[in-house]
């Protein structure tokens, strides 16, 4: 008979994942203020594809869908890519948002074990077919996203050794001529909410920080060395090799400590 | 993330009451053998089931009344397992057996200290308050630390302790100070604990002992970090806490004879009203429930404070010594634990610095020796990683669970041991009688031999008198020999029944499976050094005189029979190895054998 904890010291998943929504909302707000009901009407068909994508994985799983569903992580993978994508392409994003979550998270076994975040994959995915204009900058957007980060920062749910680590190495490699991507909302939407997320990067402080720079130095590279225009798509494209290094990390910074 | 800001503030202190007398009594003999049969009246404070081990202790009747049922009751315990019980059913008369207060206790040493706790049945965290085994061994202690710190929320049993019987706490305290001689006596208490501070501000000013106020947050209570925090470096090798419930009980047993038979218990949670209720060990968490006003809908109870508690399927079960409190829960659905999302924040409140993911999973997994490798073993079971993890792991019911079960293999390991030492021993013992017949067979034939020689010699002569003459010697000598070795292995079979000794004599028998390993490495020891010396002599007298007749190997084996019984009666009787009988009587028999062995090979030879 297993007791239920009688006190909780953090919130629960579900809670977490509402906290997350909740501190895109000024983003959401800044972007619906700049494109109008057409926002909405993305949102609304990114998170219906992505909440199917995630029910027809689980029921293929053999699991039960109700109550992981109800945790949120789908929708808040749907908010995000659609936040990270023009909302002007409507099936690109929904195909996207379905297959990100499908192929990276139902594949590797659900939310705890995907190795590679579906955001990131999404984006990479949907960089396949994205028009290689340069984006332009977007400072609401992005003040928007630093708030809300900022905001998670002090209710204890970003795990901030990662993004902290990207930011660290973009901001020492301000000389090459990098500065651009700090104006770029998909890197704070990257960091914020992607790196944080514990079961595609190390899980020990060390690991993510290793984890963060050596994202930020990749991205870098890529973005100075090559003529690549979007930097959410060199960022996912790195986060993702990167990931693969996770259980490496581990290894190397995890340890059973002292015996005593 | 700041422990300290997150666990909810302490609730005021809630009232003390008595619970009324239940209809029946429900006890655990913890380590202790019964005295009394179903049927039998008993008035309060009988004795009725005796320590049989060195952790257990001895269980009283806290009220006059019948014994219902002796036998496997479900206990408060994580997953309420059976375990010995007995049902008393109170006759409401509430007839007391008259207490004996010792005036004589300034004299008791440290162990006869912990022997009468352990009669008393006072308890501390693991069996008798004071162990046995450090009673028996220790010097004076450098720190003597009296556990009040109360951080765990909903507890609050101590401080009502405290704030009740402050007095009598300070002279229980007073006591222990006197006997255990300890370098310096701590009383621990937390900086929320308030009320119970102020009543013991004026009381630490008159006397020996110290008061010392945490500050730190759950779980620094417990002892390891309490031990941490207070000892200084040069103490913390020699220091030991006490619960502070044990201490108070400890008083009212040497101060005024009372056996330990009722506790102070907090009832919360969703209960009318929330108080300190001073139960009778044994009495049914239900009636406690009931005491403080349970609401009829169902309820999940659980038994503990905030985070290490565990739920109770049954609430017939009686307290025992370890219930500080039970908390009664709005039946909630039953939750549905996700996946570890690996965000690490068990690791990162962990007060033992361990990763309780990696434990979960090879717990989980039933990898019992990866988990002893991501340290089982140091885990403190506080609860804090299952109270963070988002995903609602039952990561603490696992840990509990491994810990078991790696107890449980423990046990059966040494059990299996012991019954290859006694196999080995029974073999040993088939092998060396079966020598021993054979042996005194052949003597017998070579002395009838002998005596047909002699009578079918008729004719007197010089030589064979004297032949005879040694024979007897040699027989004599023998005999003497035996009985020596006799006399030598009696005080060790036979318990000294002399007074002054009982304590020790006592403790010893209770240590017998602590200094077993230690006296079979000397018993063995003992008979290898024999063996190789009765090696070494035998060739040695060969070669120096081949002509030995038989009388003269006779000598020689009595004499070294003498010696190795004599060394290893000196080895069983050295201080390290207390555990003498069985021991000795395996080291002097396995001496003999390889005595004997080494003459009888002297002998053919010599053939």
Redesign the interface.
Known sequence: ?????????????A??NRQQLLALLPAIAILFWQLGPQLLLALLLATVSALLADGLGLALRRQ?IW??LR?GDAVLSAVLLTLLLPTATLPLLCMCTGAAILLLRQLFG????SLFHPVAGGLLLAGLWLPASLPHANLPLTLALLAGGLWLLWR?LL?WQAPLGLVLVVLIALPVGSGWLLGQSALWLLAGWVMS???S?P???RGRLIYGQAAGMLCISLVTLTTSPDAGVTLAASLLLLSATAPLLDKLT?S????? | MSRQTRLPAAASSHPLTTLPLPAQLNLWLQGSRCCVEVGQRVLKHQLLAQADNEFGAAVHAPTSGHIRAIGPLPQALPDAPLRDGLQLQPDGQDEALPLQANTDWPALSPLALAIRLQDMGVMGQHGPLLPLAWAAAAPPPALLIINAVENEPFLQADSTLLREQAAAVADAMAMLGRILQPARLVLAIQQEQGAAINALRSLAASQSWQLEVIQAPYPAGDDAPLLQSLARPEESSNSLCLPLAGVYAAGRAILHGEPCISRIVTVSGAVKQPQNILALLGSPVADLLACAGLPPQRHAIVHGGGLRGFALPDTAIGIHQHSHCLLALADQAELIAQPCVRCGDCASICPSQLQPQELYWHCSQQQLEQAQHWRLADCSQCGLCSAVCPSQLPLLDTFRQASQQLLLAEQQQSAADAARQRHRFRQFRLERDKQEKAQRLAERAAQQAAKLAQQQAAAPSSTEPAAVVADKQAAIAAAMARAAERQQQRPDTAPSASTSERDAAIAANRQATIDAAMARAAARKAAQDAAKAAAADSPANNSAAPGLNQQQQALIQAAMQRASAQKTAATANSPAAMDEDKKALIAAAMARAAAQKAARDAGEQEK
């Not at chain 1, 008979?1 to 998943?13: E, F, H, N, V």
């Not at chain 1, 659900?110 to 074990?113: A, N, P, R, V």
């Not at chain 1, 059973?256 to 005593?260: F, N, Q, V």
């Open positions: 008979m297993m007791s239920t904890p009688l006190i909780r010291l953090a919130p629960t998943l809670s977490r039960a109550p992981v945790q659900g939310s705890g074990s204890g795990r997320d514990g079961s990067t899980i020990t402080p995890l059973p400590g002292r015996r005593t």
